[in-house]
């Protein structure tokens, strides 16, 4: 079955910098666009970034453009959110997403905190 394991998650001062990982599996990674979603308390999950299946194209929520980079290495079956100039809005838990034919995947999550 699809499993999504998110990692690198922690708490981080303003301005600072983590690279979330994403490891897949049960399913053939490299065909599929991946996603980075958010959802801070009282919030509605959001949609961070998108990375097609070949790596070639990326969309970014305009909050975090400039500051994230989506990434994926298909040999590895992982995609990346490298998070750089981190404010406090950008606290909330962080969850990788893939859309399968099996359906919707989430993996369980990892939070991020900004805080000084």
């Known amino acids: 079955q699809v499993q999504l394991v998110e990692s690198g998650g922690g708490l981080v001062q303003p301005g600072g910098s983590l690279r979330l990982s994403c490891a897949a599996s049960?399913?053939?990674?490299?065909?599929?666009?991946m996603s980075w979603y958010r959802q801070a308390p009282g919030k509605e999950r959001e949609l961070v970034a998108l990375?097609?299946?070949?790596?070639?194209?990326?969309r970014y929520t305009d909050s975090v453009k400039g500051r994230f980079t989506i990434s994926r290495d298909n040999a590895k079956n992982t995609v990346y959110l490298q998070m750089n100039s981190l404010k406090p809005e950008d606290t909330a838990m962080y969850y990788c997403?893939?859309?399968?034919?099996?359906?919707?995947?989430w993996g369980q999550g990892t939070q991020v905190t900004v805080s000084s």
């Open positions: 997403k893939a859309t399968t034919p099996s359906g919707i995947n």
């Open positions: 049960g399913f053939t990674f490299s065909s599929y666009a």
């Open positions: 990375i097609t299946s070949t790596g070639v194209n990326t």
